[in-house]
């Protein structure tokens, strides 16, 4: 959201198959934060600054396994 409207918004199949729907939440969570990090580079490139573009930005989920999965350390070690 930016000045109270949304600024992206997208609806499509999903590319790759899923195995669960924590699986197809994860992903669109991930295809999400991608778009969201684009966005904001955009916005700072364009000089657009205010008090709260410094951070960081709200994604919300209602997936439960997602949440854990993304949480958890050892699905994001190197």
Do not use: C
Request: avoid cysteine; proline fraction near 4%; hydrophobic fraction near 40%.
């Amino acid at each position: 959201m930016l000045n109270n409207g949304a600024i992206a918004w997208k609806s499509r199949r999903q590319p790759t198959v899923a195995l669960s729907t924590m699986e197809s939440e994860y992903m669109a969570l991930t295809d999400a934060t991608k778009e969201l990090k684009w966005v904001r580079t955009l916005l700072a490139e364009l000089g657009y600054s205010n008090s709260k573009s410094d951070e960081p930005t709200d994604l919300f989920s209602d997936n439960q396994g997602a949440i854990a999965l993304a949480k958890n350390p050892v699905s994001h070690s190197l």
